[in-house]
């Protein structure tokens, strides 16, 4: 069974830089597990989702275009997480942060991406002095 | 940047209804395009994923049909549990999610 779970601040002041951990169990971000990944989602109040990024098992990294100067995701296999950190925190930022798994699937013609098939449970972080 | 649209923003309806939500790709995305289902206070649940593949466990009432940038997704007859929002995210080229749309009960 896959599980997720975010963790970190519940609140950030303007400029600071945000970490937040994804800690998972059923299944491995290792070299040896292909097709395996972990994205970062997050949602303000009343708003839509709006993506982050993504860490692959082979450490390949994909970044939202108009957030990826101010994002770094990164994993820890042996400790079975992944860590999200954003950086110049603005009261804009405040949302619900979700991590969740992400899996490849295929077409016939052998073509792949992957979806964000199982979520955490969320973290919502406020920014403000 | 691929931009998505969804239609309409609100569906009031009543159980048993048949519902059918829209969503549009700034360019063509192939199959490459995914439903999720909220409710309030829950996170995000996958429901159908390359446009028309239901992902295991969701029930048969639900269906997504389209390619390229046009894309539906269809509540056959709508249950109490179906009321929530649903949002489109296309996975063509990184990841971006429509606007979403709230169904709502009649």
């Known amino acids: 069974q896959i599980t997720l779970k975010e963790s970190g601040p519940t609140l950030v002041k303007p400029t600071q830089t945000l970490t937040l951990t994804c800690t998972f169990s059923g299944f491995s971000l290792s070299t040896s597990d292909s097709g395996v990944g972990v994205g970062w989602i997050r949602q303000p109040p009343g708003k839509a989702l709006e993506w982050l990024g993504n860490i692959y098992w082979d450490d390949d990294k994909r970044y939202s275009s108009s957030l990826k100067r101010r994002l770094t995701i990164t994993k820890d296999t042996s400790k079975n997480q992944v860590v999200l950190t954003m950086t110049n925190m603005d009261p804009v930022d405040t949302a619900t942060y979700y991590c969740?798994?992400?899996?490849?699937?295929?077409?016939?013609?052998?073509?792949?991406?992957?979806?964000?098939?199982?979520w955490g449970q969320g973290t919502m972080v406020t920014v403000s002095s | 940047d691929i931009q998505m649209t969804q239609s309409p923003s609100f569906v009031s309806a009543s159980v048993g209804d048949r519902v059918n939500i829209t969503c549009r790709a700034s360019?063509?995305?192939?199959?490459?395009l995914a439903w999720f289902q909220q409710k309030p206070g829950e996170a995000p649940k996958l429901l159908i994923y390359a446009a028309s593949t239901l992902q295991s466990g969701v029930p048969s009432r639900f269906s997504g049909s389209g390619s390229g940038t046009d894309f539906t997704l269809t509540i056959s007859s709508l249950q109490p549990e179906d009321f929530a929002t649903y949002y489109c995210q296309q996975g063509n080229t990184l990841f971006t999610f429509g606007p979403g749309t709230k169904v709502e009960i009649k």
């Open positions: 969740a798994h992400s899996l490849y699937y295929y077409d016939s013609r052998g073509n792949y991406r992957d979806a964000l098939d199982i």
């Open positions: 360019q063509g995305i192939s199959s490459w």
